[in-house]
Nanobody
């Protein structure tokens, strides 16, 4: 099993920045696919950004050039740097990891962007 714990959410004004972190209970290199997902009230959960062991990344169009995802194998954490935040980025952000073919999720962290 894998435990994932997110941190770094909060309230920020539009145009501001936040950095989310996801701490893993397993060696990062053993977790193949990792990513950040978000869910706003009344909407489906969507993938925001993903990163695989080899370092290849994916970003949803809405966050390209504003968000940056990376994995740090030295401290078994994944990060999401969010810049130029917009009110529509407000959501609960979840960390997900794939370990032995099974998805594991964190409990989520709230991000609120005020206009």
């Amino acid at each position: 099993q894998v435990q994932l714990v997110e941190s770094g959410g909060g309230v920020v004004q539009a145009g501001g920045s936040l950095r989310l972190a996801c701490a893993t209970s397993r060696c990062m290199s053993a977790i193949t696919g990792m990513g950040w997902y978000r869910q706003a009230p009344g909407k489906q959960r969507e993938a925001v950004a993903t990163v695989v062991v080899g370092g290849a990344t994916y970003y949803v169009d809405a966050v390209k050039d504003r968000f940056h995802i990376w994995r740090d194998n030295t401290n078994d954490r994944m990060y999401l740097q969010m810049n130029s935040l917009k009110p529509e980025d407000s959501a609960v952000y979840y960390c997900k990891g794939v370990f032995w073919g099974r998805d594991y999720w964190g409990q989520g962290t709230q991000v609120t962007v005020s206009s």
